[in-house]
């Protein structure tokens, strides 16, 4: 049988890094059960900015968010308007206001505060990361267009982006209401997948629709990365 690997994972250690970025043996389930908090909030909250993922950092007594997202100017806002109340939003979520943690010294407890940090970063070409194509797909199959023409099109827009030597979309599911679920593919150029240092992005996402789930992935390799 085959063994299936997340990509990313796969390339963890040679050619790409962590989304959250923190080491905290005594409180990991707390700042990951936050993490996961922020990402969720963040994805409902900016569905139409065009986001394609959070990383974040912590430091003593600071967190820092940095949003990659296609459509900044609606993240900003009008004179940093949205970006402030974004902040407050996500500060009320967490409870960053208050004294979030109490740190020992010399046998007395002082309070501390932790301070949150925005930071919205600009991707110029959104059809090669995976996630934003992934998204830009299952859109349109709830949109009910046809499946074959919505392959066609979204890998001729990956391959025509700067940095990208190939592609493969996949979608499975009850395509286009069917009774029976199967599975639909299209590939373009190179996509070498046991090869650690290939740098390949990679995204599954879920399309909702009137019949059923239907899965879509998406591969993006741009060349290899030493």
Known sequence: MAHKVHPKIFRIKETSDWSSRWLNKKKIPEYLEEDFRIREFLKKRLKEAALQGVEIERFSGEVKIIINSARPGLIIGRGGEG???????????????????????????????????????????????????????????????HHRRILKRSIDKIMSSKGV????????????????????????????????????????????????????????????KF
Request: proline share 2%; net charge positive; aromatic share 8%.
């Open 83 to 145: 970006i402030e109340k974004l902040k407050k939003d996500l500060e009320k979520i967490l409870n960053f206001g208050d004294s979030s943690f109490k740190k020992k010294l010399r046998g007395k407890k002082v309070l501390e505060q932790k301070k949150l940090k925005l930071e919205v970063r600009e991707i110029r070409e959104p059809w090669s990361m995976a996630s934003l194509a992934c998204e830009w797909i299952a859109q349109q199959i709830e949109k009910r267009i």
């Open 165 to 224: 030597e190939g592609a493969r979309i996949e979608v499975a599911g009850r395509l286009m209401g069917a009774e029976i679920a199967r599975r639909e593919w299209l590939k373009k150029g190179r996509l070498p997948r046991q090869t650690i240092r290939a740098e390949i992005d990679y995204c599954h996402c879920e399309a909702h629709c009137v019949y059923g789930v239907v899965g879509v992935k998406v591969w993006i390799y741009k060349g290899d």
